[in-house]
């Protein structure tokens, strides 16, 4: 049976969350692996929209499994006012969800050392989403973090967060920044820590009984290549493995269960926050594909950053993903387009480069190579198979595939569930 990973190839909000959905129907178990509430997977299903931040898109469809691995960060409050809201709109949760005793926990600590230090790097800021995410796994890292299974003895918890929290608070003294209500805190941790400690298992021995028993497991990914701790445009990234690789680490399954890779792909590109984004259109042209494409930030509602297809990006990131085949989100967005460029290259130093640069400060120097090709002028949104495309939007979706040495096995023209067909 399949063991499938979906990743973003991008920047993030490539649309992995519509995707997941539509696969879920025929998945079993659905495991997110790293990052936490940053994430932002939208799913809509008939009028009802739903953003999902920690629990995985699998839970809108009923007798799902869904894993919060141990890779994830998990800010207990924020995960139960997000099991709270879906129970009340009608969706059953606590008796689906699991979360890995070994993953970490976000605390308001976090999220203040994220915004304090947001304010202190002034032009050098990275734009986080000031969810706490980058203090939560550098505690990891330094070995002094809180994990899940914490939340099961309510003692050693208190001791953990308060040893914490009071570091934190000498921290913020001594820079002069907002301190902590410890007090308050601890009385909303601890509210969320009964209502949270009958879920925490050991989420490795579910997912690998699973595999066994022959399921059909999805590892969500979060984020995008290019935000990827070790790929991404460092130091404009998130504080995880984003890619293919953070499946193993932090969703528990081995290397040799994964039978399928995809990579979720937008038609044209874009990003939040702050970073090198070789093909991003300043002025009109990237404002038209912002409306067109409604690319506000489903965590943060910060305006996306918006460019064209980037191949260069985009084939290193199917190279370091292992992707087998891609699912084109979006593709709707450039349904009125008059004429739809491709950058198939860059330039630096007056030299043509086709691979992607590691290094920042030739990153923020390239210059884009474009091709380009007159765009179809015709709403797909009600387009349900490959043969109702236009000519041009197949001819366009050819392109990408050869440009990326990878075939297209699905096409998303609409966020809706039926907005998405086969290639
Ligand atoms: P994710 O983080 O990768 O799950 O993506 P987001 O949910 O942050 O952002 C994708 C946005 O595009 C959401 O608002 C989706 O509802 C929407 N979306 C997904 N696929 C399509 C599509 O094919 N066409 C259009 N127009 N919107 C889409
Ligand atoms: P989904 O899963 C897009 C970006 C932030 C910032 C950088 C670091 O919805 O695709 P962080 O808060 O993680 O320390 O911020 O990463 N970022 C995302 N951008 N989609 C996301 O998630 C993102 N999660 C983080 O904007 O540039
Ligand atoms: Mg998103």
């Known amino acids: ?142 070995r002094v973090g809180i994990r899940a299974c914490d939340l099961c003895h309510k003692e050693r918890l208190e001791s953990k967060f308060r040893a914490q929290a009071e570091r934190y608070n000498r921290i913020f003294a001594a820079q002069g920044s907002e301190l902590l209500d410890v007090e308050a805190e601890w009385a909303t941790i601890s509210a969320a820590a009964d209502a949270l400690a009958p879920l925490v298992t050991d989420t490795v021995l579910t997912v690998n009984r699973s595999i066994k028993a022959g399921k059909n497991l999805l590892f969500e990914g979060a984020q995008g290549m290019h935000l990827d701790i070790d790929y991404g445009t460092y130091p404009y990234v998130t504080s995880s493995n984003t890619t293919t690789g953070g499946a193993c680490t932090g969703g528990g399954v081995a290397p040799r269960h994964i039978t399928d890779v995809i990579g979720v792909v937008k038609a044209y590109t874009t990003r939040v926050g702050e970073g090198p984004f070789p093909t991003e259109l300043l002025g009109p042209e ?12 489903a965590t943060t509602g910060r305006p996306r950053r918006c460019g064209w297809f980037d191949a260069v990006a985009n084939r290193y990131a199917v190279m370091v993903n292992g992707v087998d085949q891609l699912a084109v989100t979006k593709l709707d967005v450039l349904d009125n387009q008059k004429t739809i460029k491709v950058c198939t290259a860059y330039t630096l130093d007056g030299e043509t480069i086709t691979d992607f640069p590691a290094d920042l400060e030739s990153l923020q120097r390239v210059q884009p190579v474009y091709a380009e090709m007159p765009g179809w002028m015709t709403d797909t949104t009600a387009v349900r198979t490959w043969n109702d495309l236009p000519e041009k939007a197949q001819a366009y979706l050819q392109w990408l595939s050869e440009l990326l040495e990878t075939r297209i096995g699905i096409v998303s023209t609409g966020p809706g569930r039926l907005q998405t067909f086969s290639a």
């Not at 990237?286 to 930030?297: I, M, N, P, Q, V």
């Open 1 to 142: 049976m399949p063991v499938t990973v979906l990743v973003g190839i991008q920047w993030g909000d490539e649309g992995k969350g519509k995707i997941i959905d539509v696969l879920t129907e025929q998945t079993d178990v659905i495991v997110r692996y790293q990052g936490g509430n940053n994430a932002g997977h939208t799913v809509e299903v008939g009028n009802d929209k739903y953003v999902l931040h920690l629990i995985p898109s699998g839970i809108l469809r009923a007798d799902k499994r869904c894993i919060i691995g141990n890779g994830v960060v998990v800010s207990p409050v924020d995960l139960l006012s997000e099991i709270t809201d879906l129970e009340a709109r009608g969706i059953a949760v606590r008796d689906r969800l699991e979360i890995s005793s070994r993953a970490h926990l976000v605390f308001k600590y976090h999220r203040l050392a994220d915004a304090a230090r947001e304010l202190s790097a002034g032009k050098a800021m990275i734009g986080t989403t000031k969810r706490g995410i980058g203090p939560t796994y550098a505690d990891k890292a330094n």
């Open 286 to 297: 990237g404002d038209s594909l912002r409306e067109a494409g409604h690319e506000y930030g």
